[in-house]
């Protein structure tokens, strides 16, 4: 099962372990969420959608009337590899499992809007979720976030108007009866519960996007948390169970994904990061989900120091982390120490 962080609201992360498989497990897939769970019948529900100087309803028959697509999409939430940082900081304390993969079927959001044929392309699109609570300073607020007009109209590798997820409908805890699931984007993006979208002329100021989701550092103009940043982890051997090996060929395997499209290169250091070998890489189903890759390493008894370091098209994993204020996009290098008997 996953490693619960908090009930209420319910946050949860999963075992480097359970990231295994092609796709994660629905029960072990990480949950966070910054309010109660909202209570909403699939029956009876309706997405409301405003611009054009029209408001439009639909029901999940309707949106399903209109298209069905499965995409495997991997989420990762911004805080993943928070407690890495130092000094440490506030917030869900994320080690590394704040990930999955998941078949997410539903209408794609590009195809919604060609049916309500909204013309031109809006500055931003808003998405809004039911659920609520107090957030200091703000009172009383929703969970909303926009998108550029351009990432949401996308017709490659767009955002999903998503009811199911592997295979069976939403669950509660992951946005039933209906989310957005944006592919390439920290999942922050991916609003759950969602009950309504604005065609937006102006950009979008909500707590969740100017107060929160920013990358704050020092003497740097504050950036939005976007795209997801490349991620290489091994995952066997399992880096939280036993990290004593028997000498012989060990198999080192694991995955690497990027919201830029495809890791270009995984490299693996066992002595701490002085040198570094590439490891074998097969690319994953889809753009910003897991590549694998393997290294087989010729092992004698003694400590290591184990390094893993992807790439992509903007560069290697920091092998120093990128300290920020709220503890976002941490994808410092993951080290792991094993033992070789
Ligand atoms: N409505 C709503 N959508 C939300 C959130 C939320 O709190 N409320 N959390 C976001 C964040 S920060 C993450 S990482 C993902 C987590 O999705 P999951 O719980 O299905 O893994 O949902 C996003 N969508
Ligand atoms: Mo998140």
């Known amino acids: 099962m996953r490693e619960r962080l908090t009930d209420l609201p319910p946050n949860a992360e999963t075992h480097l372990r359970q990231l295994r498989p092609e796709v994660t497990p629905t029960d072990a897939f990480y949950i966070r969420s910054n309010f109660p769970v909202p209570d909403i019948e699939a029956d009876g529900f309706t997405l ?164 929160r989701y920013r990358y704050l550092v020092d003497g740097e103009t504050p950036a939005p948390v976007t795209r997801m940043r490349v991620r290489a982890l091994l995952l066997s051997p399992d880096p939280e169970g036993d990290r004593t090996l028997d000498a012989g060929t060990v198999r080192l395997q694991g995955i690497a994904w990027t919201g830029e499209g495809h890791p270009t290169r995984v490299e693996v250091s066992t002595d701490g990061g002085a040198s570094w070998r590439d490891a074998g890489l097969s690319p994953g189903p889809a753009p910003f989900t897991p590549s694998r890759w393997h290294l087989d390493w010729e092992t004698t008894p003694g400590e290591y120091d184990l390094v893993v370091r992807g790439h992509d098209h903007l560069g290697p994993q920091p092998l120093d982390q990128r300290w920020n204020a709220l503890g976002y996009g941490n994808n410092v290098a993951q080290r792991v120490r094993l033992t070789v008997d």
């Open 48 to 211: 409301r959608v405003r611009g054009a100087g029209a408001t439009s309803e639909f029901t999940l028959d309707d949106l399903g009337s209109l298209g069905e697509v499965t995409r495997r999409v991997t989420l990762e939430c911004a805080g993943n590899g928070r407690t890495l940082l130092r000094p440490a900081i506030d917030g869900t304390p994320w080690t590394l499992g704040a990930t999955g993969t998941a078949d997410f079927t539903g209408l794609s959001l590009r195809s919604l809007l060609d049916h309500l044929d909204v013309g031109a392309v809006p500055t931003e699109v808003l998405f809004r979720g039911a659920d609520r609570g107090r957030k200091e300073g703000w009172g009383e607020l929703r969970f909303e976030r926009s998108l550029p007009g351009a990432a949401a109209c996308a017709a490659a590798d767009g955002p999903l108007l998503a009811w199911a997820m592997n295979g069976e409908p939403l669950r509660p805890e992951h946005g039933a009866p209906l989310r957005l699931v944006v592919p390439g984007w920290y999942a922050v993006a991916s609003v759950k519960w969602l009950e309504g979208i604005e065609l937006l002329d102006a950009p979008f100021s909500g707590y969740f996007q100017t107060d």
